[in-house]
């Protein structure tokens, strides 16, 4: 019913934090990071935060079209007002409310987590990335 409105809702807040955090980033310099192999210290650049909130963002967007378009396809969306089926009446409107919190908020919950492990991915590969580099030289 409306539960890809939550999602879209967060793409939205991350959509705007990883623009703000972007325009602070161009101000200051490019943040390093120290990582210790067998033989020295090797220093790299760091993955930019607003990068990874934008992976965030991207991931959020593509669901919420995705389901979008479902409930489109379905008939559960429609081009005029109240655009949701569900709210027109009062029996669907709290159904689809219930659907809203629910479901709509367990996708944001996963889609975070399934975010979060990709940042652990991503440091770890580029450490690996690094400590490999440093071998083969």
């Known amino acids: 019913m ?6 879209a809702a967060e793409a939205v807040v991350t959509t705007v934090v990883a623009k ?3 325009s602070k980033e161009k101000e200051k310099e490019k943040e390093t ?12 650049v760091a993955i930019p935060t ?3 909130i934008g992976w965030l963002s991207k991931m959020l967007w593509g669901g919420s079209g995705l389901l979008a378009f479902e409930h489109l396809w379905h008939g559960e969306v ?7 089926t569900a709210a ?7 159904a689809m409310l219930h659907e809203m919190s629910t479901v709509g908020t367990t996708m944001c919950l996963v889609v975070t ?14 450490k690996k990335a690094i400590v490999t580099d440093t071998i083969k030289q």
């Open 2 to 7: 409306g539960c890809f409105i939550v999602p």
């Open 78 to 84: 429609v081009p005029f007002f109240p655009f949701l």
């Open 113 to 126: 987590g399934v975010w979060a492990l990709m940042l652990v991915a991503a440091k770890s590969i580029s």
């Open 50 to 52: 607003s990068k990874k």
């Open 20 to 22: 703000a955090v972007k």
């Open 88 to 94: 027109s009446n009062k029996e669907d409107a709290i």
């Open 33 to 44: 990071v120290t990582i210790q192999t067998e033989n020295r210290m090797e220093e790299a």
